[in-house]
């Protein structure tokens, strides 16, 4: 038997048929329901009542071969009757050709490919079909027990492939409801996720403007530390526990020695963090700026305050009582852990001033790299680093624990030389590397 080399007919000679008993293997063909195909898993019961539709004159009976073996079997002798059964009668499981005198029925081969059913050639005495147009080629004088038999095959292939291909529609669709509900839940998070952003951008300009009164230099960011980590639910709580005031410069916010029953947070302004003398003097160990906290180790240390608060320009702070800031802690952890660097960056800031004022014995090292420390938060221009001072010469003094006119001996002296420029609040660096060597080098050594 001829098998034309195509995908789906490559392996459809599944051998003859044998007795379900396990007898020798017998000519006969008998009734489909005791034989089952040799080469494979697929038993001829399988396949009772499929329905084939032949086209052509039927000179050699295998008509009625097909119809002992269990087939439904429509035989068609014209295109008309041919095209009104294969569209009126169902599914047809396979479309047979008897092979005749003249050309090929392309027009009919045409609608049995359309209908998606494979195409068997019983060829005659003369073969001049295209073997390669069909599925399966049954030549002349061939025994019925094999070509019955990968006529069975080939249909089972075909129903194996239509159901594969129904499975792959049904996870396709079933794949494209789920991609679809996905995309829906997707651009409703977007739409959400917008909104919830522009509610908070609305709340956070109107929560980060300054209070009226306060002064507008160093007004709090968006972009701040302790507000940038937390979460719009964290920073609405905060909002509300915060009780905002304007304070005019020289008001003190807590003294030395007071127990920590708030928390401050400076929205706007600068507040300038002192240690007094028993004799009067005063020491300046920071000057405050937006966006820091004010008691913070007092609050977590539950211990009296160890400096005095003292707002410097007409400042916007926030106070919250210092239980319900530690309960607010507690409940986000994103605000713990902000309110710990926060505590670390203080630390350093401390410790860093002690070694400008401790290490250096020269004023004018003290000056340099206290002036070196202020450019850190200064504003890059052409001309240098701008700082804006908002300090008297005698409270710059009490920075580094000299006088008034030491700091306007040191500062003429700095401009004598083209190395800053003072006017008014603002101080401008012109030249860093030469405020560092009056600093005596790098001051982070």
């Known amino acids: 038997m001829i098998v034309p080399k195509n995908p789906l007919r490559s392996s459809l000679h599944l051998g003859a048929w044998a007795p379900h008993d396990g007898s020798p293997t017998s000519c006969s063909i008998g009734h489909p329901a005791r034989r089952f195909i040799a080469h494979g898993p697929l038993f001829v019961e399988d396949f009772m009542g499929s329905r084939i539709v032949h086209y052509g004159l039927d000179e050699h009976y295998r008509l009625r071969t097909l119809r002992n073996a269990g087939y439904t079997v429509d035989n068609c002798n014209s295109l008309s009757e041919f095209k009104w059964v294969l569209y009126s009668g169902g599914r047809a499981d396979a479309v047979a050709f008897t092979e005749a005198d003249g050309a090929a029925p392309l027009t009919a081969m045409s609608l049995a490919r359309h209908r998606r059913s494979p195409l068997v050639l019983?060829?005659?005495?003369?073969?001049?079909?295209?073997?390669?147009?069909?599925n399966l080629v049954v030549p002349m004088l061939t025994a019925p027990e094999n070509w019955l038999g990968d006529i069975a095959g080939l249909i089972g292939k075909t129903r194996q492939l239509v159901r594969d291909s129904q499975e792959m529609r049904a996870r396709s669709h079933l794949l494209r409801e789920e991609t679809s509900a996905l995309l829906t839940r997707t651009f409703q998070e977007m739409e959400r996720a917008h909104r919830e952003r522009q509610i908070n951008r609305d709340f956070k300009v109107d929560f980060l403007r300054p209070a009226k009164g306060a002064h507008s230099f160093g007004i709090v960011q968006e972009t701040n530390g302790f507000l940038a980590a937390l979460s719009p639910a964290a920073l609405r709580e905060f909002r509300s526990m915060m009780k905002r005031s304007a304070y005019p410069s020289g008001t003190a916010l807590f003294s030395r020695g007071q127990l920590p029953h708030d928390v401050w947070f400076i929205f706007a302004g600068a507040v300038k963090l002192a240690v007094d003398a028993a004799d009067g003097r005063r020491f300046i160990l920071h000057i405050a700026r937006a966006g820091e906290f004010l008691g913070l180790p007092s609050a977590f240390a539950c211990s009296a305050h160890q400096m005095t608060a003292e707002a410097g320009l007409h400042c916007d702070v926030g106070c919250a009582r210092t239980i319900e800031f530690l309960d607010f802690l507690e409940r986000f952890p994103e605000a713990f852990r902000a309110a710990a660097l926060e505590l670390g960056r203080s630390y350093n800031q401390t410790c860093t001033r002690l070694r400008t004022v401790g290490v250096n014995l020269r004023v004018q090292a003290r000056l340099a790299g206290l002036l070196l420390e202020w450019a850190e938060r200064g504003?890059?221009?052409?001309?240098?680093?701008?700082?804006?001072?908002?300090?008297?010469?005698?409270?710059?003094?009490?920075?580094?624990?000299?006088?008034?006119?030491?700091?306007?001996?040191?500062?003429?002296?700095?401009?004598?030389?083209?190395?800053?420029?003072?006017k008014g609040p603002t101080l401008t660096i012109f030249n860093r590397a030469a405020l560092e060597n009056c600093a005596g080098g790098d001051i982070d050594e």
């Open 379 to 422: 504003i890059d221009s052409e001309r240098g680093t701008e700082i804006h001072l908002g300090l008297t010469q005698e409270e710059i003094g009490q920075c580094i624990g000299t006088t008034r006119e030491s700091v306007t001996r040191i500062l003429h002296d700095l401009q004598q030389r083209h190395i800053v420029e003072v």
């Open 122 to 134: 019983f060829q005659g005495w003369m073969p001049h079909y295209q073997e390669k147009d069909f």
